[in-house]
């Protein structure tokens, strides 16, 4: 496992022994990991020295990758998002993506601790964007990463597709049909998500292509309310999808939280500021819906998207018993892993949640049950 940095390690170094032993035997799911992002340190630099780029993106490469060894200090949440190129240089080729999935499915699945097995978790959903570069095409990329994942057990790793906000509409029709060929020809792609830089896209032009999803039997996550930038219209075409999971909802109004989720109390009961026009014509929810959030404790604080732990929208989910999954986001910038994500739950404040270790056995198994994997209701 590679070194984690930043608040995850401050947590686990806080952890006495039996409680490391406690969190590392947890059964655990890891629902919202990004390929691109979560790869090991050491196959960044394997990569970078098999890599001839044209002298432009040298530069770019050898600083992303100094920033990358360092620690990365992120301004805030979209600084993070020009990261992604030098990586992407570096995982052009389907050979490099053969190298960087393996590396990826070992470091989630194959994990040892002083020779000693232990998986950061026993379940990955893996997720990754189809990229078409000059040596491979989208189908190319999502066929080279299906068979590495199908390398292992159903029970224990499965794609999602990603589609990035950035996305032209024909780009994402194409990649959600992809993804459903591919499961239609029993390939191991159980999801879809939306992701990317929040301030782009139009969530309303999506919905078309992300209405078929469900139909044909994907299960569907969103990265929704990430930023302050994302407006009440925003999230509510992508709920008006009704996604079986959200990614990260940091700041899903109060609102919106009680028009949607059956289970969270509804504070003025009637949608104030939202007139009827705006509302998708499944609103409010009448039936169970109750998508369970995606949490990703150490990408939101060094994303500076949440100022502390004593302020994070986690406490919100728990105070209201509301389904809810821990997970890494991108392992390699935010120096993160499963186990230091879950340390962040169990140590003391204000390293940590203070949770009490039956609290972190009840998250742990919310995010078993809200794997994609599973029949679908
Ligand atoms: P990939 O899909 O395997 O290429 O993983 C990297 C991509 O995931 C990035 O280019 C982003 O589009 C997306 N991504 C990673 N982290 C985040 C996040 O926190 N918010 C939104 N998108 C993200
Ligand atoms: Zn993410």
Redesign the pocket.
């Known amino acids: 496992m590679s070194e984690i940095t930043g608040p995850a390690a401050a947590a686990l170094a806080s952890l006495c022994s039996d409680d490391v032993i406690f969190l590392q035997s947890l059964p655990k799911a890891e629902l919202h990991a ?4 979560s790869i090991p340190i050491k196959t960044i630099l394997e990569l970078a020295q098999q890599y001839s780029p044209s002298s432009a993106q040298t530069t770019e490469v050898a600083d992303t990758i100094e920033k990358l060894k360092s620690g990365v200090i992120l301004n805030d949440i979209f600084d ?2 020009s990261l ?1 190129p030098a990586i992407y240089a570096l995982t052009s080729t389907p050979e490099a993506v053969v190298i960087t999935t393996r590396a990826v499915l070992q470091s989630f699945l194959n994990s040892t601790n002083d020779g000693v097995e232990s998986p950061q978790c026993t379940y990955l959903e893996l ?3 189809p ?1 078409k570069t000059t040596h491979m095409t989208r189908e190319k990329y999502l066929t080279v990463v299906l068979d590495e994942v199908e390398m292992y057990p159903a029970t224990q790793a499965a794609l999602i597709v ?1 589609v ?1 906000r950035r996305m032209s509409d024909l780009d994402v029709e194409e990649c959600i049909n992809l993804a459903i060929e591919m499961k239609n020809r029993g390939r191991r792609v159980v999801g879809i998500d939306v ?4 301030r782009s896209g139009d969530m309303r032009s999506f919905t078309q292509h992300l209405s078929r999803v469900k139909d044909a039997g994907l299960g569907l996550t969103v ?1 929704i309310a ?1 930023s302050t930038n994302n407006t009440t219209e925003d999230s509510l075409a992508l709920l008006s999808c009704r996604p079986d999971r959200l990614g990260h909802a940091t700041f899903l109004s109060d609102e919106l939280k009680a028009l949607f989720f059956e289970d969270i109390p509804q504070p003025g009961t009637e949608c104030s500021s939202l007139s009827e026009s705006e509302l998708p014509n499944n609103a409010p929810a009448n039936g169970q819906y109750k998508p369970c959030i995606e949490i990703c404790l150490s ?1 939101n604080l060094l ?1 500076k998207t949440v100022a502390s732990l004593d302020a994070h929208h986690i406490r919100y989910y728990l105070k209201n018993n509301h389904p809810i999954v821990i997970c890494t ?2 392992a390699l910038p935010f120096g993160t892993s499963c186990l230091g994500e879950y340390s962040l739950l169990l140590a003391q404040p204000p390293l940590g949640l203070g949770l009490s270790r039956d609290d972190v056995a009840r998250v742990a198994q919310m995010g078993i049950d809200a794997a994609f994997s599973r029949p679908r209701d």
């Open positions: 990004h390929l691109n992002g993070f998002f992604m997720r990754t964007t990229r990603s990035d992701c990317g830089d929040p990265h990430e990408s994303c986001d991108d």
